[in-house]
Each structure stands twice: as structure tokens, then as C-alpha cells.
């Protein structure tokens, strides 16, 4: 693929994993925090984001041995053809899950917000036309768009959780332990699927090239991002406080909605709806480039454009697969954000000990040998 | 390649004009509803009453802005107004849809009347549920409960110096920060209250004033007989009861008490203003006090929180007992009695202040647990942190335990400023120095 030529530096990487990763900032995961931990549902975003972080340096460390490698190219280290076959096939089923979901989630959301009127397949095709366009134009487009567009919605989101101060009420995050040691610190562990949007990096190795770059870049990514995530529960129950917390469809949007300064100082949900489908649409282009990328290194296709109307169809046809909204929210929120931790992070880590003790083996082999 | 690229691209800009196929809105398309009034209806669940907004009136009306409120018996051209009955708001929306020109857009309302009815028998709680979900209605809209009828609370609102009818709401419920006789009491935090398990909820009252003439004035209409006052004080009264005539009929005073989803009391101006201070939501108010050395006569103060209050919650034998400490500096307006309170006796004048407000707040306090069963202060939240979990507050029933409350309070009031005046000199006579009458 010419995209192989492509490399790009340590801040479009993590601009690009920070969008992965806060997108769902957008849609549910404050509410989601709150749902689990209670009063202390900032306190598990915090707990996660650790987690999150703890992983992240084990793999790093297991990756150095692969630098430039990615999770399609350890499976066929460690099982050949059939192995890169079966990675891809996982990742793939994996992406096109949570992209096809978020894609009718993020529609949704829209018609109800700002396009009552229209019909869903006419909001998300506005959204994958964006998505085409994002594939056609390539990694090296999306990531680009990614370093500059990012710090923008950042400030959008800062906009929000400050202008929201005058309603914060230090009581509504009490009792501090919520829902419980166990709801946060037990059953809270598999939050950690808040972080899937790691599998980024670990298909995009072979663009950041070096290791060095990979730890940094993955580590400035999870440090802003967990400050994103952990003041987005936050400053919801600071407002919201719980039970009322978990009520709210957009947690976002809803603090937005109450930001009034004077007369003149309101309506601020306009500039969410804008930061909101900015970050939707990169965050759906790159899951989409992702997707058809995957498939094509695969399946070893010279060409990858050639797929992307293709793919576009499918997604298309399984976005509209829940039959309401509800069941869309139920997919990604109790299905994928608990079971995604499995391939994000259990594959990865299985992949590079089994190919790490494989390429242990081997050299002892080659020592022998010698 | 490049070519193909760029085409989808621009393909995907244009996208962006296509969001006008199904909802293209155009702003003078719609009907702007400006405050929303809801009562029993007679041949339906609801009696809705619609207020909207006329641009052209506005626009051609001439008025410039400025302050002040409105309100009376004059025609207002800048407003129009409905009603109707109706199952459910939303339904009775549809029926207005269906007779007025343009479609009703509910972004601009500034202002939710429920009469007394519904908010007794619980059913306004269940209609800000309702409305909460839908994003028409915006959190900050101000919810107030009306003495009466809201139809007839919105029909008295006919604002005549404000050429924008939601600056006029706007303006006189954000006047609390300066009269400190309601509050500003939103949606949001009505919602919120009402889901709370360490809260209850307010709603500011409202009313029409029917005086006609001076004569129809009464000291009966005051809460004034109840605080063994000779003579009312400007908090002690309930929305309506105010003792003037005028153009301005319409008038917002006190606040609506909830216990859960049912209103169970009402507070006057002055309880109101206690509420504030206890909550910490005060501004600055002209405040009467007694004069400490000179029966009959007053001493009129600008009145400022300059602290947030503080809170000592403990239990004794079970029952909360809550200390309740308020910081408050104030401003020499009227001194009525000539005494040089600003030098000598400025001590005397701040000590007994604060025995007025401590015996006012406690009296509210007592009212409030008591009478009514309800923590409108929030007490409840600022104790939760008491407790590790969310089940071991819940199980706690602090709401229930309430009732049996006790209080202490401590207020504490620094003259800081003595307006223009330094000192009182005397007023001569024929026969020398004259006291004042």
C-alpha cells in the first residue's frame, strides 16, 4: 500500500487517539460513569484511565521487541497467513461493530438535537459521505485534519465545562464512594473498554515507526484523554447530581444548554453541535479508513479504495441494524464498552507474549544453531 | 486519483446544504411562545395558556430597552396570548399549531406558571418531568407557581416600557438579586430538587394584584399580624397581596414550598429573603429593622451576604441538629430616629440586628421542619458527605428525619458604610432641638 511510505509524527498520533478515545465524551460516557459508579463515577473514569495507563506501558514494553509492527503483522509472525487471517478478521468485526454503532448513535443524536424533521438514512449518509471521503483521501489526510482540528475541540470542550461553573455543587459528589468499592474497583475494571480506541496505535505502528515515538505518543494520548474523561464525569455530577445524573441522554449537550452569562452569553449547546459533529465525523473517518485499511492488509490487497464504497454499504446496512435508539446505546454502552477490553488490550498483550516467547525461542534456536 | 479525491470532498462540503431539505426553519416562520401558564381545566386535563411574542409590534413600537417592568391594564401590542384545553402540553401545542399561522417555537420561553391547583395535588411535578424531555424547553426557564390562576397571572402581564416582552420576564426574575424577595428558581434545579434525597424543591410565587383603590388596603393581607408587628414590613407579603394600585398588576413574591412532588406551603417576601440568605443566593436588598433605642421608628440598611454561609450538621438522639452561621455587611440607608447610630451606638444597632434576623431564620427553619417537612435548604447535601455509600445515605432517610430537626443560628452583621451621611445634627425649632415625630 502506498500508504506504508507514509509517517507521521508524535502529535498527529495522539491528536488522533485523543479523538478516539473522547469521542464517546460526546455521547454517553459521563452518564455511563455515573450509571456504574454513582457519585463516584468520576472516580472510576479516574481508575480507568489508570488501568488504561498501566496497560499501555506493559505493552509498550512488549512492543519494543516489534517496533514498526502491527497487530495484523504479529499474527502472521505467530501463525502465518492464517494467523494475520484471524487477527484481521477479529479487529475487523471489532471496528465495524463500534463504527457502524457510533455512526447511528452520533445520527441519532443529531435528529434529535438538530434535525428532527429528517429521515436517520438521510443524517447518516451526511455522516459517511464524510466518512468516504475521509477513506479516499488517506491516513496521512485524517491524521493531518486530526493535529489541527483537535487542540479546536478542546477548546470547545473547555468552553463547556467552565461556563457550567456557576452550577457546580461539590455536595452532589457524595457520598465519595458512590456506588461502592466493588461497583468501581471491581466490576468497574472492565470500563477499561473506554480506552478501545488504543487499537488505533497498535494498527498504525508501521506509520510512527519508531518505538520511541509510539510510547510517547500513546502516553501524551492517555494523559489528556483521562484528563478529558475524568472532568467530563466530573463536572456532570457536579451539576447533575445522581440519580438525576444518570437521566440525561447527552451529558454533554445538557451542560451546555444550561450555560447563560447575562443576556447576551447563551445558547452555547451551538458551538457543542459543532465541536461535536467535527469530532464525530474525524473519529468516524478514521474508524472507517481503519476498517477498509484492516481488511485490505488482511486479505494482502494491493489497492484499498477499491473497497471503501463496499464497506461504506455495509456499515451503512448495519448502523441501521438496532431498531431504535435505545437498542443502539444498549449495543455500544452495555455490550461493546464491556467486552471491547478483550481485543484492545487481552489480544494485544496475548499476541506479543506469545510472539515475544516465540521470538525468544527462536534466538535460542539460532544460538544453538551457532 | 487526486481529481477523485477532491471531487468527494467538495461533494461532502455541499453536503452541508442539503440539512435545509427536511429542517429548513425560517425565523419569522415561527411563533415564539414567551411564557407558558398551565391550570385545571374544566373540559380537559389541562388549561394551557400560551404568551408569544409580536416582532412587528416589537420592532415598530419604538421603546428602547431600558429597565423596569411592566404589566397592566393597558393593551400591550408586543404580546399576544392563548388559551386553551388540553390532555397534555405537547398535545395542546399540536392544537395551537392548528390555529395559529406559524408554527410555535417554545427556544424563547423565558417563564412556566403552574397554578396553586396543580402544584398541590403533585401534578406540576409530574408535568416538569414531561417537559424536561423535550429539548424545546429550555433548563434555565424560570418555574413559578401561581396565586390563582396562571391564565389570569399571564393576562395581567402586559409589558408597556419594555419593547422585548422576555427581557421583561428576564428582568423581573432575576430582580431577587436585589429585592431577595423570591428566587430565581429554574427548571433545572426544580428538576433536580425534586430527585433529590438531601433537597426539596421551591418555586417562586406569583400573583395578580385586584386593588383597585387605596381603601381596599389591608393589614389583614400581611403576614404582619403573625410576627406581632404593629405594622407590616416591606417582605410581609405574598405575591397579590401587595398593598399598592397601579398599572402593574402582575407580581412575584415569596416562594412555593414542596414536600416531594406536592406543594405544601408558601413563604412571604421576607421568609423569602431568610431563605436566600440561609442557601447563601443572596444578593443585597433594602432590609427594615426596629430601632434598637427608639420604639416605632426604623432603620432602613442596603443589606449584602458577604460570606457564603456555613453548616455544622450533627446528630443528637437521632435528630439533626443544624447550625446555620450568616455573614452579612450592610450600608446606613435611613436612620428614621436622628440617633447617631453610625458612631456611638452603631454596636447597639448590629447586635440587634442580628437577634432580628437569628429570630426570623430560626422561625423559618422551625417552619420548614416542622410545618412543612421539607429541607428547601438542602441541609441533607451538605451532610452526605458523612456517609462512604450511596446506600448507606439512602437508608439513612435524611428527608424523613428532617421533621424532627433542631437549629441553631448565628448571624453576624458589620455596618460597613453610612451612605452620604457621617452623622445626624439635630433638627432646629423655635423651641430648640426637635426630636423627630
Redesign the interface.
Given at each position: 500500500m502506498q500508504e506504508s511510505k507514509i509517517v507521521f509524527g508524535k502529535w498527529e498520533t495522539a491528536a488522533l487517539l485523543i479523538n478516539a478515545l473522547n469521542v464517546q465524551v460526546f455521547l454517553n460516557f459521563p452518564r455511563t460513569m455515573a450509571e456504574r459508579g454513582?457519585?463516584a463515577g468520576w472516580i472510576l473514569a479516574a481508575y480507568i484511565s489508570v488501568l488504561a495507563f498501566l496497560l499501555f506501558l506493559l505493552i509498550s514494553r512488549l512492543y519494543s521487541r516489534f517496533e514498526g509492527k502491527d497487530l495484523l503483522d504479529l499474527g502472521e509472525y505467530i501463525g502465518g497467513s492464517a494467523g494475520r487471517i484471524i487477527v484481521g478478521i477479529i479487529i475487523l468485526i471489532h471496528i465495524t461493530f463500534i463504527i457502524s454503532i457510533i455512526l447511528r448513535e452520533f445520527a441519532e443524536d443529531m435528529k434529535?438535537?438538530?434535525?428532527?424533521?429528517?429521515?436517520i438514512s438521510?443524517v447518516i449518509?451526511?455522516f459517511l459521505?464524510?466518512m468516504?471521503?475521509g477513506a479516499?483521501?488517506?491516513i496521512e489526510?485524517i491524521v493531518r485534519f486530526h493535529a489541527f482540528i483537535v487542540p479546536i475541540i478542546l477548546a470547545g470542550y473547555l468552553i463547556i465545562i467552565g461556563g457550567v461553573a456557576p452550577?457546580y455543587?461539590i455536595?452532589?459528589i457524595?457520598?465519595?464512594?458512590?456506588?461502592?468499592a466493588y461497583a468501581i474497583f471491581g466490576s468497574g475494571f472492565f470500563r477499561i473498554s473506554s480506552f478501545s480506541g488504543l487499537i488505533a496505535l497498535f494498527l498504525l505502528f508501521p506509520f510512527i515507526k519508531t518505538g520511541k515515538n509510539f510510547k510517547s505518543a500513546g502516553s501524551l494520548a492517555i494523559g489528556i484523554s483521562s484528563g478529558v474523561l475524568i472532568t467530563s464525569a466530573l463536572t456532570f455530577l457536579l451539576v447533575?447530581?445522581?440519580?438525576?445524573a444518570i437521566e440525561g441522554f447527552l451529558p454533554i449537550f445538557?451542560l451546555a444548554?444550561?450555560i447563560?452569562y447575562g443576556?447576551f452569553f447563551?445558547r452555547v449547546e451551538s458551538i457543542f453541535v459543532m465541536i461535536w459533529a467535527i469530532a464525530a465525523l474525524l473519529y468516524l473517518s478514521m474508524g472507517f479508513f481503519l476498517i477498509v485499511y484492516v481488511f485490505s492488509k488482511t486479505f494482502r490487497l494491493e489497492y484499498y479504495?477499491p473497497l471503501i464504497i463496499p464497506m461504506a454499504i455495509i456499515v451503512f446496512a448495519i448502523s441501521l441494524w438496532p431498531k431504535n435508539l435505545m437498542s443502539a446505546i444498549a449495543m455500544e454502552t452495555v455490550y461493546f464498552r464491556s467486552a471491547a477490553w478483550a481485543v484492545t488490550f487481552g489480544m494485544t498483550l496475548l499476541l506479543l507474549l506469545v510472539a515475544g516467547a516465540m521470538k525468544k525461542r527462536n534466538h535460542r534456536k539460532e544460538g544453538d544453531r551457532k | 486519483m487526486k481529481r477523485t479525491a477532491a471531487f468527494l470532498l467538495m461533494l461532502a462540503a455541499t453536503c452541508t446544504l442539503l440539512s435545509g431539505c427536511y429542517d429548513g426553519k425560517e425565523i419569522d416562520d415561527q411563533t415564539y411562545v414567551i411564557a407558558i401558564g398551565l391550570d385545571k381545566g374544566e373540559t380537559n386535563k389541562l388549561r394551557m395558556t400560551l404568551q408569544y411574542a409580536i416582532p412587528l409590534a416589537m420592532g415598530s413600537s419604538g421603546v428602547s430597552g431600558g429597565g423596569g417592568g411592566g404589566g397592566g391594564e393597558g393593551e400591550s401590542k408586543s404580546i399576544g396570548s392563548m388559551t386553551l384545553e388540553c390532555p397534555s402540553v405537547y398535545s395542546g401545542l399540536n392544537m395551537v399549531n392548528n390555529s395559529v399561522g406559524k408554527q410555535v417555537n417554545l427556544s424563547h420561553a423565558k417563564v412556566m406558571v403552574f397554578s396553586e391547583d396543580l402544584a398541590k395535588d403533585g401534578r406540576m411535578v409530574m408535568l416538569t418531568r414531561a417537559i424536561t424531555r423535550g429539548k424545546e424547553f429550555r433548563p434555565n426557564m424560570v418555574v413559578a407557581v401561581s396565586r390563582g390562576s396562571a391564565e389570569d397571572y399571564l393576562k395581567s402581564i402586559k409589558p408597556r416600557q419594555e419593547a422585548d416582552p422576555s427581557k421583561y420576564y428576564e428582568l423581573k426574575f432575576s430582580g431577587y438579586k436585589y429585592t431577595g424577595f423570591i428566587d430565581q428558581t429554574q427548571l433545572h434545579d426544580f428538576f433536580i430538587k425534586e430527585e433529590s434525597t438531601g433537597a426539596q424543591a421551591v418555586a417562586a410565587l406569583v400573583g395578580v394584584n385586584t386593588k383597585n383603590s387605596t381603601k381596599e388596603f389591608s393589614v389583614g393581607e400581611s403576614s404582619a399580624p403573625q410576627k406581632n408587628r404593629p405594622v407590616p414590613f416591606e417582605g410581609d407579603y405574598l405575591a397579590g397581596n401587595l398593598p399598592k394600585v397601579g398599572d402593574i398588576k402582575g407580581e412575584a413574591m415569596g416562594l412555593a414550598v414542596f414536600n416531594g412532588p406536592k406543594m405544601v406551603g408558601e413563604l412571604d417576601g421576607e421568609e423569602s429573603t431568610h431563605y436566600l440568605m440561609v442557601t447563601g443566593k443572596y444578593g443585597h436588598a433594602y432590609v427594615t429593622f426596629p430601632d434598637p433605642i427608639k420604639k416605632d421608628f426604623y432603620i432602613v440598611v442596603n443589606l449584602k451576604q458577604s460570606r457564603r454561609p456555613t453548616y455544622k450538621i450533627k446528630l443528637v438522639d437521632g435528630k439533626p441538629n443544624i447550625k446555620v452561621e450568616i455573614k452579612l455587611e450592610a450600608d446606613y440607608m435611613s436612620i428614621q430616629s436622628g440617633i447617631n447610630y453610625e458612631s456611638e451606638y452603631n454596636d447597639i444597632f448590629e447586635r440587634s440586628a442580628e437577634k432580628y434576623l437569628e429570630e426570623g431564620i430560626k422561625r423559618l427553619l422551625n417552619r420548614t421542619s416542622a410545618e412543612f417537612h421539607s429541607d428547601i435548604f438542602g441541609f441533607g447535601n451538605q451532610y452526605k458527605s458523612r456517609f462512604l455509600t450511596w446506600d448507606q445515605w439512602k437508608n439513612f432517610q435524611w428527608l424523613d428525619r428532617y421533621k424532627n430537626s433542631t437549629f441553631e443560628v448565628a448571624v453576624d452583621v458589620k455596618v460597613r458604610r453610612t451612605g452620604l451621611t457621617i452623622r445626624n445634627a439635630p433638627i432646629q425649632g423655635s423651641e430648640g432641638e426637635v426630636q423627630s415625630p
Open positions: 454513582g457519585t434529535v438535537i438538530s434535525l428532527p424533521a429528517s429521515p438521510f449518509l451526511f459521505s464524510g468516504i471521503a479516499y483521501a488517506g489526510a452550577y455543587n455536595s452532589n457524595m457520598p465519595i464512594l458512590g456506588n461502592g447533575f447530581p445522581y440519580p438525576s445538557q444548554r444550561l447563560n443576556r447563551q479504495r | -
